[in-house]
Every structure is written in structure tokens, then in C-alpha cells.
């Protein structure tokens, strides 16, 4: 946390902190150093704002520099920017400001050319006035405007008359700052003054009327609780819970750097009034002779005690994010280094069978065990400093993150809602920028603990200058990615990727899929994509699919097993691709008409050769009594005449009054009973027994029209301009005509 707690000017604990406009906080005499050594400002500021008395001190932590500098830092305070005008004989009239080089205009500073602070921020040097310059500067005439830069973002804030007492406090991290020294000191100091050793013990107890420090052993020896040592209090030493006064050394003021012993602040513009307010819009508390006066009228205000929990809780939650991650990269930290362990074993073992094989080879194996032998330390040494660079990499975010949770926590506990809101929108955006840098990927190694590294020791002795390190082994199994394997209709999509840490090349990937019956794997995809569907399966059929990876070295082992269904009842519609050029297609391709008096066939987009499927249509227009003929038909159909009238349709014309079956333009059982506007013409392919029934209006038209029905059909329909129908699928069989199942579905 001691990071936190430190200026980025000066590079030690924060003195007096003040908030700059950018959330960032500086030190009020840095910010007296950074203000003052503005090369611009010294060329234009005349002899008469330097004072012609002995220089004011220079505050603690300024960069030394002229007596000019001095006293225009002490002009940056209130006192002097009010226009006290005390000090400087003829020339306090015009030391109420201080002009300095500025770029609010753009909203950054310029830092050009500098010096090196402690911490590595570069500081402006003092240019000296140009001759002439109390000339050309008229008596009691006003003084530029000043401005700061910040140290860390190098935004430009410009002072207004109060100088550089404008900007708030930051009295909680002046609290936290004072508590983090106290305890520091306390932690050093409070060790035993009555021991014998070298170093003294630490202490234990603080005897309050004696006023010495005791370790457990000493207090037993020479403080018993009995006699007139009885009626002593013993109390916990400084700078631990319990202490008196807080923990502050033992000296007076030890309380002041408690929150519960801090004077409430009081409003900036109306020193007697306590902050009762929070001002949204301004984003800053308020007190009510603030609001009395209408500054804040239209301005959005909330209680302070509401913003201020409401602000802490805020904080909380994104710590618990910050804290997540922390825990998640102390155990990243214990796998790497177990990786380390890992490493370092198998290196070793891979160095003692490189030495072993090589000795096998006589001298005429020495030269190139050592070349061997090279290659191995390198891998190792890559690894190795590969995990180190991620052990330091991590270690300093985990230390970074650590330290700003720690310095969030403190402030938390701090009870000051007005100086708490003061940082709070800062903190919450460096926790949640802490929080992001946790990408996905960086708590993972970058190396694998094995060696990928197999000595081939059979080549002949006439080749031993060619011997090298087996660089390609056989692929790892691949992975399935359940979440992206799925099944529609009769078709199933598969997904596969290599495992992580993979170094082996992939050339391509087979994929076999069994029967549906539980038969045989045969391969139905050899490629290079890890995404493959499969069509024109069976309905309600169960399959199992498996992937493996190839390489120049050979076929590596199959997959776990995935079990896919697919559907049990066809969704389809017609297919616009297939279809004769003069049928029409409408409503997502499940209506259909013709532009044709004669006969047109289209088929539908499914294609069957096991299970039993049912579907219907319905006759939606019905013109001059035609003959629309409903059925089944292989790819190949013609599609120019009706169905049924070649030897790849089986079909059931149907007029207004009877119907026909019809196949190879044979006319067989006709039967009473046909279709008009409104008609429902059901269709069942029973491939389980290899029949072909139709359905009008939910009542069996006729016997089953056609037996030993074998291969693969798919839904057909011809008729002219005169019909219109509308298909309707994924219909499970009726219950009146449905079939039992047979025992290998």
C-alpha cells in the first residue's frame, strides 16, 4: 500500500495532500514547485513581485531554488492570493498573483526542458526575467492568469484567486498517511526495555504507571500481577489495537490521526457551516447557507449520508472483483511455480535418456550428444524463462492490485462521507481499470512442462551426422465442443478444436459417424475445418460420432463419443430449387400454386428411407374441378406431367367426387369420395412396413394404396393454376392410424 501513499513529485509519503481537478493528488509544497518553476511565468513577471525582504521559508519538500521562487510560492497560498497585500514593501499591491505559462487552452501542460524530481517527474527549471521587464510592466497592473500541471496525467488546471488553497483537501489520505507512519514507527519502536538480548524482544505490554515496555517473558519476571504491581494497568503497546491515544508513539497528539477524533469539516466557501449536502452536478458536498444562496438551485442534490454509502458501496463491490482476481493469481502463481517444478524434473529426465541413448553409440555419438544435449538445455531454459517473465509479470499486478486494495480498504473505514466523495469516483475507476487488466488468457501458462523431444536411436552409424530430435509427434485427441454440437431434422452439426498447449501440427481431421442403429463407424467427413453438418439422416435415430487428427506421422486417437437424436417427427417445406419453373411458392415456401393449366410436380425439401412420417395438405382455392394428385416420388421425378404417370411417383389423384391411385400412369382402386375448398389430404409413409396410405379429411380414402415401398422418397405434390395448397409438417402420427414402433427404433 506504501505505493499509494506517495507523491509522484517528490516520491515520498504525501505532506499535506491536495485534490487536483484530474482525481490525482500532489503534495501542497510540491505543487508550490511545480506551479513556480514555470519557465514563462519567471520572463514576465516584474522586479515588483519579488519581495525585497528576507525570503519567506521554503516549504518542506520544494525544490531549493532563488529567493524569487520562494516568495512567489508563498503568493500561490490563500493569504497571498487574496490580495493580503502584507510583505514587500512597495510591491505587496501586486503580489496578490502569480503569472505562469499555461495551456488551458488545450487542456495539457508542457514539460520542456526539466529536471528529475525523486520520483522521476520532471520539474521545471527557473528561467531569469528578462532585462527590462520592470519596465515594460505598469504599475499595479492585474497578473496573467496561473495554472498547474499535473505530475502523472499532465492535464493543466488553471488557479483562481484563492491560489493553490482552492483545491480540497484530501484529509483522508492525510489521515491514512499519518495512521500508515504511526504504526510504522510503533511497529519499530515498541520493543522490550528491560531485556537482555540482542535485539530486544518485541514488546507485549505497556505498564501505564511505570511506563515500560515488557515481552512476555520480562513482564513475568520483573512486573508480576501480584503485590503492588496488582493495581498497574496493563495496556497493549503503541501502535496496536487497543493502544492509548490510537497508537501514536506514546507522545502527545498520539489521537490526532484517528477518524473518530477529526474536527467534522466545514464548508470551503462559509467556514462555520458543517457539509449537510451533495451537490451531483458539481459533484462535490454543500452546506445549506449553499443552497440558502441558489448556487446549487437547479443543481440535482441527494443527501450526503446516502451518497456517501452509497459511494463506499460502490467501492466494495468492485474490490470484491479486484479481490476475485487476486486470489485467482496467487494460485496461478503456486501452479507456475509447481510448473517450474515440473519442468525442471522432466528436463532432467529428458538430459539422462538423451545420455543414455548417446552413450549406447560409442564415440562415434559424442560430438552430437553434445549438439543433442545443447538443444535440450535451450528448450528448458526457453521454458523456464518463459514461466519466470509470467511469475514477474503477475507478481507485479498481483502487487499492484494488492496495494490498491489495501489503501481502498483504508479509506473505507474511514467514517468522513464529504472527504470520502471526494475520491470515491477516482477509486472506483482505478479498481475497475484494475480489475480489467486481468484479460482472459493471462492466468494461464504460455508453456507446457512437457518436452516435446523423442530421440530416434536406429538410424545406422553412416547417418549419426544427421541424427535430430523426432520434431512432429502423432496429433492429441481432439476435443468436442458439446456446446456447439446440435441436431435439426435429419441433419447434425459437429464441432471439434485441438486441446490448448498443442505444439503438434494438425494436416486434417476425420469424422465418422455410425448407422443410426448402433452398426458400424464410417467416415463422413476427411478435411481441415472443425465444423461439419451431416444431412439426410434418419428421423428419430440415435448416432454416435467420433473425430480424430492426421498427420505426415500418422492418424493420432479418436474423441470421447457424442450421442446425437435426431428429430422425431420432419419439419420440411417445398423446395424452390427443385421445383418445375412454373410453380409458384409463397409463404416461406409452404404454399403452392401454378401458372400452368397442365400439371406441375414440386417436391418437398426431406428426404425419407426409414421410420414412419405423416404430413397434410390443405386445399386452400379449388377452381373448375382439377385433379391435384398427392404423394411420394423419388429425386429424379419428371415434373412436366402428373404425378404418378412414371416409374418414379406413387400418387393419389383426386377430383371432386372419387380418387385414383396411380403408378407407371397405372390407374388402380377407385374410390368415392373427393376434395373441394377446405379439404385436408393426409399423407402416411410407413417405411417400417413399406406402405403408403392417404387420408381426406382424417378418414382413410381407400385401402393402403401402395406395398413394398423400399429406398428413399421424398414429399410430392402436382396440380395447375387452378389448386392452391398449403403444406403442414412435424405432425405426429394420429392416433387412429399410428403404428407401433419396432424394438431396434
Known sequence: MEEELKCPVCGSLFREPIILPCSHNVCLPCARTIAVQTPESEQHLPPLLHPRGPPPPAAAGAAPGPAAAAGSAACLDSECAAGGGGGGGGGGDHADKLSLHSETDSGYGSYTPSLKSPNGVRVLPLVPAPPGAAAAAPRGAGAASSSLTCPQCHRSASLDQRGLRGFQRNRLLEAIVQRYQQGRAAAAAAKCQLCDRSPPEPAAVLCEQCEVLYCAACQLRCHPARGPFAKHRLAPPPGQPGAPGGGGGGGEGGGKGAGGGRKPPTCAEHDLENYSMYCVSCRGPVCYRCLEEGKHGKHDLKALGAVWKQHKAQLSQALNGVSDKAKEAKEFLVQLKNLLQQIQENGLDYEACLVAQCDALVDALTRQKAKLLTKVTKEREHKLKVVWDQINHCTLKLRQSTGLMEYCLEVIKENDPSGFLQISDALIKRVQVSQEQWVKGALEPKVSAEFDLTLDSEPLLQSIHQLDFIQM???????????????????????????PLSHNPVEGYILELDDGDGGQFREVYVGKETLCTIDGLHFNSTYNARVKAFNSSGVGPYSKTVILQTSDVAWFTFDPSSAHRDIVLSNDNQTATCNSYDDRVVLGTAAFSKGVHYWELHVDRYDNHPDPAFGIARINVVKDMMLGKDDKAWAMYVDNNRSWFMHCNSHTNRTEGGVSKGATVGVLLDLNKHNLTFYINGQQQ?????????????????????????????????QCVKQPKLPNN
Open 473 to 499: 509427434k502423432l496429433p492429441p485427441v481432439p476435443l468436442l465442443q458439446l456446446e456447439k454440437c446440435c441436431t435439426r431434422n435429419n441433419s447434425v452439426t459437429l464441432a471439434w478444436r485441438m486441446p
Open 702 to 734: 381407400g385401402p393402403p394404396a401402395f406395398e413394398n415401398v423400399e429406398g428413399v422418397f421424398m414429399p410430392a405434390l402436382s396440380l395447375n393454376r387452378n389448386v392452391q395448397v398449403t403444406l403442414h409438417t412435424g405432425l405426429e402420427v394420429p
